[in-house]
Nanobody, 123 residues
Framework: QVQLVESGGGLVQAGGSLRLSCAAS????????MGWFRQAPGKEREFVAR???????YYGDSVKDRFTISRDNAKNTVYLQMNSLKPEDTAVYYC?????????????????WGQGTQVTVSS
């Protein structure tokens, strides 16, 4: 079992930046692929980014070149640095952990989820 707690959300103006954090507890953090997803009102939960055990990263098209995912295994924490934010980035952002060995690009690949943190970007 892994417990995930997100933090760092808030209100920011378009063009600004935020850094989200996700603290994990329970089992060995380094054994998991970690991902970020987001869900806007009335929309499906969308893949944002993921980082594999070795540190390799992959991003959704809508955030590529603006967002950066990273992990600190010593702190059991995964981060999402969000730059050049746009109003369409407004959503609840969720951290997730995948104990499998697949692509980790789909919601159903992930085994554990945090409660989410709200990000609101004003125009």
């Amino acid at each position: 079992q892994v417990q995930l707690v997100e933090s760092g959300g808030g209100l920011v103006q378009a063009g600004g930046s935020l850094r989200l954090s996700c603290a994990a507890s329970g089992r060995t953090f380094s054994n998991y692929v970690m991902g970020w997803f987001r869900q806007a009102p009335g929309k499906e939960r969308e893949f944002v980014a993921r980082i594999i055990r070795s540190g390799g990263t992959y991003y959704g098209d809508s955030v590529k070149d603006r967002f950066t995912i990273s992990r600190d295994n010593a702190k059991n924490t995964v981060y999402l640095q969000m730059n050049s934010l746009k109003p369409e980035d407004t959503a609840v952002y969720y951290c997730a952990a995948d104990q499998g060995w697949g692509s980790a690009l789909r919601r159903e690949d992930y085994d554990y989820w945090g409660q989410g943190t709200q990000v609101t970007v004003s125009s």
